[in-house]
Nanobody, 125 residues
Framework: QVQLVESGGGSVQAGGSLRLSCAPS????????MGWFRQAPGKEREWVAY????????HYADSVSGRFTVSRDIAKNTLYLQMNGLKPEDTAVYYC??????????????????WGQGTQVTVSS
């Protein structure tokens, strides 16, 4: 079974940057789209960003728009999330997820079919 593997998390000070990566183990992406989500302790999983794999159409949550950039490198078969201007409220476990269906919302976790194990991002003030 294809696994999604995130990397690039860590600890930074407010205002800093991190770049997360997500790649499938052993196979190329065959999903219609990919998304990034995050979950802070005691909170529900929150959608962060979306990108359609073939044409690269993107959408962002208001809380990260203008600071985060989602992209993909088709040749490297890798999804990225560039996070700039990090704030303490961005602290969470970040997950990448694969959306196989072309219909349905971009932000609902229920529309995604496969998830990575998550990578911790901690932003200190």
């Amino acid at each position: 079974q294809v696994q999604l593997v995130e990397s690039g998390g860590g600890s930074v000070q407010a205002g800093g940057s991190l770049r997360l990566s997500c790649a499938p183990s052993g196979r190329t992406f065959s999903s219609y789209a990919m998304g990034w989500f995050r979950q802070a302790p005691g909170k529900e999983r929150e959608w962060v960003a979306y990108i359609s794999w073939s044409i690269g159409r993107t959408h962002y949550a208001d809380s990260v728009s203008g600071r985060f950039t989602v992209s993909r490198d088709i040749a490297k078969n890798t999804l990225y999330l560039q996070m700039n201007g990090l704030k303490p409220e961005d602290t969470a476990v970040y997950y990448c997820a694969a959306k196989n269906r072309a219909y349905g919302s971009t932000w609902s976790p229920d529309m995604y079919d496969r998830w990575g194990q998550g990578t911790q991002v901690t932003v200190s003030s």
